[in-house]
């Protein structure tokens, strides 16, 4: 009877883990850049899947020839929007929740321990990963990891068979995101050590017994050969090879790297660097505490992963899902060293599920219905949703009423811009999510969007390069109180969150 209650129990706080789960991989939809994501699936779907040449969305770099990075992704999108009708903002927050606690939950089935733990780790690791959630492409990218990190403990297992899913994985990731390189790099590395630690086992040079496998040379011939692949096919897409030649030049803009904040350094400061500190912080005192497994290849890769999360804010789900597996491990054996060295635990097994499940539906009680309401009306009802946050839909719908009193090319702020592009497809934008790194000789949009919003002293001329006659402005920024007070400029409109102004005649 006690051990029938025991599994009751479990299997209680493992459902309850679950709602944890779905209560923080379901997001609303507040993601900057998923409306020029949307917008651009909406354009490919209607015009038979066909791509833009050059960019159709902004009057500042008409002529710059757009690389999609995320063309079946943004077409998906829009057949999900489209085919839901209403409930078309619903289906794009099931989609990216669905694909978040995919990956999370792909990378946890890494670890040989029972669900219980698999499932704490996720929670503890995506409450971590909270800021990077939501309607955000990347998470199709951190999918490709888990899985790629899964086919590589298939193949490690003895499972050779499991190496021929590389090419395909990597042709639909490459065509789904642009973050396919980080598979690519990631298993070039997991080889390049595999081949390190065989050398060093068959000459003698590691004398320690590993626990990790070890792959023969056949193993790894077949790996070499289905990676080999698996590169080639990623030339399979609407832009052949120039789609590397793109990636690598957003990836080596030095003013791009330096001016956002998801390509900074992690930093102590607000919730999610302390958030992240904390993650690091446990994990080091688990392994400190309880690792005691000679795993060469899973070190090295866990140290490179954390060093490129330290780098850039980026990368910190990336390690995050790495980890994943080792956190689970981790867990189990805190558990499993708690009940040899208390005995007593052991006896009292019942009740002291009950207390861990009873601390986990008082956590999740404590999240609370009204975070999965707001959830659900930012899908149901986006317009309405918005009312509450800082996007500016209240002038979106003056915009759309008084139309003829403004100009012909805006300016909008950079978070604004994928906004626009949802709520007002007939605009051409100034900038957007899509353009840090787009530069056509001396016409750099986002260092001019920069120059234009310096603090001390905002550079006007940027307007008039590019022949802006109305703008939508966030208020109380400098430039915002400079073109208010600007004679050149009248204020047509404002509201507690922004300003739109136009040039008088």
Same mark, same amino acid.
């Given at each position: 009877?006690?051990?029938?209650s025991?599994?009751?129990?479990?299997?209680?706080?493992?459902?309850?883990?679950?709602?944890? =789960?779905?209560?923080? !991989? %379901?997001?609303?939809?507040?993601?900057?850049?998923?409306?020029?994501?949307l917008?651009?699936?909406?354009?490919?779907?209607?015009?038979?899947?066909?791509?833009?040449d050059?960019?159709?969305?902004?009057?500042?770099?008409?002529? *710059?020839?757009?690389?999609?990075?995320? *063309?079946?992704t943004?077409?998906?999108?829009?057949?999900?929007?489209?085919?839901?009708?209403?409930?078309?903002?619903?289906?794009?927050? !099931?989609?990216?929740?669905?694909?978040?606690? %995919?990956?999370?939950?792909?990378a946890?089935? =890494?670890?040989?321990?029972?669900?219980?733990y698999?499932l704490?780790?996720?929670v503890?690791?995506?409450?971590v990963?909270?800021? $990077? %959630?939501?309607?955000?492409?990347?998470? %199709?990218?951190l999918?490709?990891?888990?899985?790629?990190?899964?086919v590589?403990?298939?193949?490690?297992?003895?499972?050779?068979?499991?190496?021929?899913?590389l090419?395909?994985?990597?042709?639909?990731?490459?065509?789904?995101? &642009?973050?396919?390189?980080?598979?690519?790099?990631?298993?070039?590395?997991?080889?390049?050590?595999?081949?390190?630690?065989?050398?060093c086992?068959e000459?003698?040079f590691c004398?320690?017994?590993?626990?990790?496998p070890?792959l023969s @040379?056949?193993?790894?011939?077949y790996?070499?050969?289905?990676?080999?692949?698996?590169?080639?096919?990623?030339?399979?897409?609407?832009?052949? *090879?120039?789609? #590397?030649?793109? =990636? #690598?030049?957003?990836?080596t803009d030095?003013?791009?790297?330096?001016t956002?904040?998801?390509?900074q350094?992690?930093?102590?400061e607000?919730?999610? &660097?302390?958030?992240?500190?904390?993650?690091?912080?446990?994990?080091?005192?688990?392994?400190? &505490?309880?690792?005691?497994?000679v795993?060469?290849?899973?070190w /090295?890769?866990?140290?490179?992963?954390?060093?490129?999360?330290?780098?850039?804010?980026?990368?910190?789900?990336? $390690?995050?899902?790495?980890?994943?597996?080792?956190?689970?491990?981790?867990?189990?054996?805190?558990?499993?060293?708690?009940?040899?060295?208390?005995?007593?635990?052991?006896?009292?097994?019942?009740?002291?599920?009950?207390?861990?499940? &009873?601390?986990?539906?008082?956590?999740?009680?404590?999240?609370?219905?009204e975070?999965?309401?707001?959830? *659900?009306?930012?899908?149901?009802?986006?317009?309405?949703?918005?009312?509450?946050?800082?996007?500016?839909?209240?002038?979106?719908? @003056?915009?759309?009423?008084?139309?003829?009193?403004?100009?012909?090319?805006? #300016?909008?702020?950079?978070?604004?811009?994928?906004?626009?592009?949802?709520?007002?497809?007939?605009?051409?934008i100034?900038?957007?999510?899509?353009?840090p790194?787009?530069?056509?000789h001396?016409r750099?949009?986002?260092?001019?969007? !920069?120059?234009?919003?310096?603090?001390?002293?905002?550079?006007?001329?940027?307007?008039?390069?590019?022949?802006?006659?109305?703008?939508?402005?966030?208020?109380?920024?400098?430039?915002?109180? /400079?073109?208010?007070?600007?004679?050149? @400029?009248?204020t047509?409109?404002?509201?507690?969150k922004?300003?739109?102004?136009?040039?008088?005649?």
């Amino acid at each position: 009877m006690g051990l029938s209650s025991s599994r009751g129990i479990v299997i209680l706080l493992d459902l309850l883990l679950v709602a944890f =789960i779905i209560n923080l !991989v %379901l997001q609303p939809l507040l993601e900057p850049d998923l409306g020029w994501h949307l917008r651009a699936g909406l354009d490919v779907v209607a015009h038979g899947w066909r791509l833009p040449d050059t960019d159709p969305y902004s009057h500042t770099m008409p002529d *710059w020839h757009w690389v999609e990075h995320a *063309w079946l992704t943004d077409g998906l999108l829009a057949l999900i929007y489209q085919g839901m009708g209403a409930f078309g903002g619903v289906g794009l927050i !099931v989609f990216f929740g669905g694909v978040a606690g %995919l990956a999370w939950w792909t990378a946890s089935g =890494i670890a040989r321990v029972p669900r219980t733990y698999r499932l704490a780790a996720m929670v503890g690791s995506l409450w971590v990963a909270l800021p $990077f %959630l939501g309607a955000r492409t990347q998470l %199709l990218s951190l999918l490709g990891v888990a899985v790629l990190l899964r086919v590589w403990a298939c193949i490690q297992q003895g499972h050779r068979q499991w190496v021929w899913t590389l090419p395909p994985l990597l042709l639909c990731w490459a065509n789904l995101h &642009g973050g396919f390189t980080a598979g690519l790099f990631l298993m070039t590395l997991l080889l390049s050590l595999s081949l390190l630690l065989t050398m060093c086992v068959e000459r003698r040079f590691c004398r320690a017994a590993l626990d990790e496998p070890v792959l023969s @040379w056949s193993d790894l011939g077949y790996c070499a050969i289905a990676l080999g692949l698996a590169a080639a096919a990623t030339a399979v897409n609407p832009y052949g *090879w120039g789609l #590397y030649v793109e =990636i #690598y030049d957003s990836l080596t803009d030095r003013f791009m790297l330096e001016t956002l904040r998801e390509w900074q350094p992690v930093s102590l400061e607000g919730w999610a &660097g302390r958030a992240y500190g904390l993650y690091l912080a446990v994990l080091l005192c688990l392994v400190a &505490g309880w690792y005691r497994r000679v795993e060469p290849v899973r070190w /090295v890769m866990l140290l490179l992963v954390l060093g490129l999360s330290l780098r850039h804010w980026r990368n910190v789900t990336l $390690f995050l899902v790495v980890s994943l597996p080792l956190v689970a491990e981790l867990l189990a054996a805190v558990a499993a060293s708690c009940l040899r060295r208390a005995p007593l635990l052991k006896e009292r097994t019942t009740p002291v599920l009950l207390v861990l499940t &009873g601390a986990t539906a008082t956590a999740l009680y404590g999240q609370g219905l009204e975070h999965l309401d707001h959830v *659900w009306q930012s899908g149901r009802a986006p317009e309405r949703y918005f009312e509450q946050t800082e996007y500016p839909i209240e002038a979106v719908r @003056w915009i759309r009423s008084h139309r003829h009193e403004l100009g012909t090319r805006l #300016y909008n702020d950079y978070g604004f811009g994928g906004f626009l592009l949802w709520h007002l497809p007939e605009e051409r934008i100034f900038i957007d999510g899509r353009m840090p790194a787009w530069r056509i000789h001396d016409r750099r949009i986002f260092q001019d969007y !920069v120059e234009l919003n310096r603090d001390d002293a905002p550079q006007l001329a940027v307007l008039d390069r590019y022949g802006v006659d109305w703008g939508l402005i966030q208020r109380g920024t400098g430039l915002a109180k /400079v073109l208010e007070g600007h004679q050149a @400029w009248q204020t047509v409109y404002t509201d507690p969150k922004v300003v739109i102004v136009r040039r008088r005649s």
